[in-house]
């Protein structure tokens, strides 16, 4: 569908924030389409444990299309277990060269509590710096407030609660309804 006739699907903030040994992937629950809310309780955050190796993902874009890349995700986890820049690497290998694969419209935020990555469809494995990551429509929002609130002492996941918070009052396409997943190395 062109970019012009698409009814404009919008929605989601997801922020991951590593501090002081531990990683919080939050992500809020609102899915929308145009100016419409069309759910409040979207579960974007995920806990996958493929061959008992945890990783903690979050996703913003399309459902279907993240659901794709979580499950490519876990494979690629269970052929090389602990490894999941690896793995990440090799997902978004897939993701670009793949004609299927290609059309998938999505990121996700990975961790494993050692690392945190943004895969991206355009190849891209991203760590990012000052220890933040955030994507979606109040990605930004998300991000700068959470970058404002790092030399604090609050915790890695109320640093992620407090940033979501802004960006919920910011952004409409994102609410407080929100799925908080700790990790840690």
């Known amino acids: 569908m062109a970019q012009e006739s698409f009814p404009g699907w ?7 924030v590593k501090k002081a040994g531990q990683v919080v992937i939050a992500g809020d629950g609102q899915v929308s389409l145009g100016q419409t809310v069309i759910k409040g309780t979207a579960r974007k955050v995920r806990r996958l444990s493929p061959g008992g190796f945890d990783v903690v993902a979050g996703f913003a874009g399309s459902t279907a ?51 945190i990555f943004v895969i991206t469809g355009a190849g891209d494995v991203l760590e990012p710096e000052h220890d933040v990551a955030a994507i979606g429509s109040g ?11 790092m030399d604090s002492d609050r915790s890695a996941e109320q640093v ?5 918070a802004i960006a919920a009052d910011i952004c409409v396409y994102t609410n407080g309804n929100l799925t908080v997943e700790s990790i840690s190395p």
């Open 10 to 16: 919008h929605g989601t903030t997801i922020i991951g």
């Open 65 to 115: 299309d993240a659901f794709t890349l979580l499950e490519r995700l876990e494979a690629k986890l269970e052929a090389t277990p602990g490894q999941l820049a690896r793995a990440s690497v090799e997902l978004a290998k897939d993701w670009r060269t793949d004609k299927y694969l290609q059309k998938l419209e999505a990121m996700l935020i990975v961790s494993d509590g050692a690392d």
């Open 139 to 149: 990605g930004n929002y998300a991000l700068a407030a959470a970058r404002g609130l």
């Open 160 to 164: 992620a609660r407090d940033a979501m």
